[in-house]
């Protein structure tokens, strides 16, 4: 294989195939179990919750979030002051390299306000999170009944 050294095509192939599928995987941060609990009653105001993954080594900045399927999305944060739960909005969501944050009844999660159509049990609610740095994660979310 004296040819292997000389060939400069070769080398740019081997450098992106070793590259970019490491660049995709390792840094593309992901959002799973996402699911919207789905009210008993029609409501103007639903919550929605899963598990933000950042695998990347720079940390994850969370600065907004919209979707198709609600007039309005923001990440609210829920805590107990003076025994009464209470929920404030979270404008900006830091998750450290290697960690995740998770969105959970009593705790983190998007409110989604204003759903532009009735929303059925099994259907899928996008949503997408703006970034500090200009990109976009998007997340898909479930739509569950309670205790469903
Ligand atoms: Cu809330």
Do not use: Y
Not at 51 to 73: K, Y
Not at 90 to 116: F, K, N, T, Y
């Amino acid at each position: 294989m004296r040819t292997f050294r000389a060939s400069p095509l070769l080398a740019v192939v081997i450098i992106a195939f070793s590259a970019w599928p490491a660049g995709a995987n390792e840094c593309q941060p992901t959002v799973t179990d996402g699911w919207v609990r789905l009210p008993p009653v029609s409501m103007p105001m639903l919550a929605g919750f899963g598990r933000i993954e950042n695998g990347c080594a720079a940390p994850l900045e969370i600065v907004g979030a919209s979707s198709p399927a609600f007039a309005d999305v923001s990440v609210h944060q829920t805590s107990i002051v003076d025994g009464v739960s209470r929920m404030r909005a979270v404008p900006e969501l830091r998750i450290a390299a290697d960690d995740s944050a998770v969105l959970e009844p009593g705790g983190l999660h998007l409110m989604l306000m204003q759903p532009r159509a009735p929303l059925q049990a099994g259907g899928t609610v996008v949503v997408e999170f703006e970034l500090k740095d200009g990109g976009v994660l998007r997340g898909e979310f479930e739509v569950r009944k309670p205790g469903g």
